[in-house]
Nanobody, 116 residues
Framework: QVQLVESGGGLVQPGGSLRLSCEASGSIFRIDVMGWYRQAPGKQRDRVATIFRSGTTNYADSVKGRFTISRDNAKNTVYLQMNSLKPEDTAVYYC??????????WGQGTQVTVSS
């Protein structure tokens, strides 16, 4: 079983920056895919960004050029650097990982609020 601990959320003004972190621990052999999703009140959970073990990344159109996903394989940690934040980025952000056996684990979520 894999446990995920997220950190880095908070309140920030429009145009500001935040960095989210998600560390995986537990019964891990290899993590193939790591990603961030977000869910705003009353809306579905949407993919924000994903990164494969190779370093290949994918981003939602709404965050391209503003967010950067990265990972440290030695630490089983994924990061999301969020710049030029907008009020519409306000949501609970969830970390998701997929291991080499295809098992999926989700973090508990961290709140990001962009408001003046």
């Amino acid at each position: 079983q894999v446990q995920l601990v997220e950190s880095g959320g908070g309140l920030v003004q429009p145009g500001g920056s935040l960095r989210l972190s998600c560390e995986a621990s537990g019964s891990i052999f290899r993590i193939d895919v790591m990603g961030w999703y977000r869910q705003a009140p009353g809306k579905q959970r949407d993919r924000v960004a994903t990164i494969f073990r190779s370093g290949t990344t994918n981003y939602a159109d709404s965050v391209k050029g503003r967010f950067t996903i990265s990972r440290d394989n030695a630490k089983n940690t994924v990061y999301l650097q969020m710049n030029s934040l907008k009020p519409e980025d306000t949501a609970v952000y969830y970390c998701k990982v997929v291991d080499n056996l295809g098992r999926i684990s989700w973090g508990q979520g961290t709140q990001v609020t962009v408001s003046s």
